[in-house]
Structures are given as structure tokens and as C-alpha cells.
């Protein structure tokens, strides 16, 4: 089957192993890996194509593609882009759409304490993630992971799914799209800065979601003293101070930093400074020892 792929160069390297003619490639990022490889099986690509301009709609016509498939392509592709191949286009989500739709639902998912997530394959309609659903791979999620390890866990099933789809397509095999049920609709926007600052008065379970969350990018943040600190992991003690209140810092007899939250306390593990600096758990006790009578933590 001929395919016009937009994304990574590693999901449209699949599909050219599994025999589909790679007619038009448009690659998200400069330097992503596999874009020589790709250069020799597709027979166009282009590396961050403006998909809004003509030139690049005339480009895919003129490949003839039967068949446009996304896989980590983060903008929006236009109307006329999507009408052009007979069977249409499909992308696939890192999440159980209709929830999380959005740029970062690996965030939310852990934010929001989901115990299950996984991957959709939907079709591609004018707004993000809204097109109706071709079909779905869950995955259950570790309470130790973080965004990153859900992720990465989610990229197998991910290219497997969007493989068996494209097989489908190629094979004439009936696929019955099932339209997305808005009532369970939500959405994964990247977090703002208010999102990703620590909120004492919160349990430490959710300050700990948090900073699972948001690791190891962009990071929860939290200020000591005049200093704006970065957690990048964390968890949940029983054992601290009692006198603490919430946003209240100290050091344990066993040398741990502590800082109590709205019911227990968490040990700050490692996290860096405001910048990319990474500081160990002793580094965490020497600054937490020097501001711990005069600087709650906000």
C-alpha cells in the first residue's frame, strides 16, 4: 500500500518492513534517528514540512498516497492535507482517547492518579485527538513510574497497533470506527507553571504524583528560601518531625531531607537546581540544614 507518513522516522521505517510503499515522508524534527535510513526507502522526504503550504499539499498529491498515517506528528494537519489519499488518515495517541487528548497526556495520567493507560487509534479529523476510534491497547501503569518510563512503555504497543491498523487498511479488512463519547472527554495540555509547582497543604501522595508526573521534564518545582529547586523524585515517609507544618523542612537523625506535606511527609531523593544542575540527596540536606529555622518551603 502506498502511505504518506508524517512523524518519526522510525514508524514509517516499520512500515516500509512490512512491505508499504513509503511514497511522501515529513519528518517532525531535525536530526531525528533513522532519517538517512528513511531517505533510502522512502521516495520524498522532507524534514519539517509547513503541512499548511501548498507546495507540501501539492508534494503529497503528487505521490499518490492510498493511505496517510501519523505517528508523533504534534501539529495539526489541515482538511485539505487528509482528503487527499482515497482511504483517508489515522494517527494513534498515547492515551485511551476520549481521555487526555492533548500534546501531554503521559502528565495527566499520573497526575490524576489513573491506574490504567494505553493507546488509540483514531482517525484524523480537524481538531486534536477527537476523531473517531479505530481501536484501543491498554496498558496497566506501575504507581513507581514516571512520565518518562510511561512513555517509553507506551511506544511498543503504540507501533504495534499502528502496524495491525495499516495491515488493515491494506488489506481491505472492515474497520468500524466508533465516534468518541465527549462526555468522557478530557484534556492533556502541557502543564503551567502554577501545574507544576508543589503544593504542600496537597497529601504527599499527590505531591509525590506530582513530581512523578513532571519527571524528569520539566520537574515539579518548590522554593527554599530564595532558591527554586526541582524534584525529580520523591516518596512518601511516615517518619518525620511531628512539630512540621505543612511546607516545613528538616533532616532526619538518619541524615534524609524531609518535608511535610498535608498528612505525612516526603524525602526529597534527587531533583537539580532552577537549571539543569542535578543535586544529590546530601546536597538536598546541606541546603535544607543551612535554611531550615528561617525557610518554609512554598
Known amino acids: ?52 503550504s501548498v507546495a507540501v499539499r501539492e508534494r503529497v498529491r503528487n505521490a499518490g498516497p492510498e493511505l496517510i498515517v501519523s505517528w508523533f506528528w504534534t501539529k495539526r494537519l489541515p482538511r485539505q492535507v487528509l482528503a487527499l489519499p482515497p482511504l483517508g488518515a489515522f494517527g494513534v495517541h498515547p492515551s485511551l482517547l476520549p481521555r487526555h487528548r492533548g500534546p501531554d497526556p503521559y502528565f495527566w495520567a499520573i497526575r490524576r492518579g489513573d491506574a490504567v493507560s494505553g493507546v488509540t487509534a483514531h482517525v484524523l479529523d480537524d481538531a486534536y485527538d477527537t476523531g473517531a476510534v479505530l481501536a484501543r491497547r491498554e496498558l496497566a501503569i506501575d504507581p513507581s513510574w514516571s512520565a518518562w518510563t510511561l512513555a517509553k512503555r507506551l511506544d511498543r504497543p503504540s507501533l504495534s497497533l499502528m502496524r495491525e491498523i495499516a495491515r488493515a487498511f491494506a488489506s481491505g479488512h472492515a474497520l468500524t470506527p466508533m465516534v468518541q ?118
Open 1 to 52: 500500500m502506498k502511505i504518506a507518513f508524517f512523524g518519526l522516522p522510525l514508524a514509517a521505517l516499520l512500515l516500509a518492513r512490512d512491505g508499504h510503499e513509503i511514497v511522501w515522508a515529513g519528518v517532525c524534527r531535525k536530526a531525528a534517528i533513522g532519517t538517512r535510513r528513511l531517505r533510502r526507502v522512502a521516495r520524498d522526504v522532507e524534514i519539517v514540512p509547513d503541512a499548511n
Open 181 to 298: 463519547d465527549e462526555a468522557h472527554a478530557t484534556l492533556a495540555p502541557a502543564p503551567t507553571d502554577d501545574e507544576l509547582a508543589i503544593d504542600w497543604r496537597e497529601s504527599a501522595a499527590d505531591v509525590v504524583a506530582l513530581v512523578r508526573a513532571a519527571a524528569p521534564w520539566p520537574g515539579a518545582t518548590f522554593t527554599l528560601g530564595e532558591e527554586v529547586l526541582v524534584l525529580e523524585e520523591a516518596r512518601v515517609t511516615a517518619v518525620f518531625p511531628r512539630a512540621l507544618e505543612p511546607g516545613e523542612a528538616a533532616v532526619r537523625a538518619d541524615g534524609a531531607a524531609v518535608v511535610r506535606a498535608g498528612d505525612h511527609a516526603i524525602e526529597l531523593l534527587r531533583g537539580r537546581d532552577g537549571g539543569d544542575v542535578p543535586i544529590g540527596p546530601r546536597d538536598f540536606e546541606t541546603r535544607v540544614r543551612a535554611l531550615i529555622s528561617s525557610a518554609p518551603l512554598t
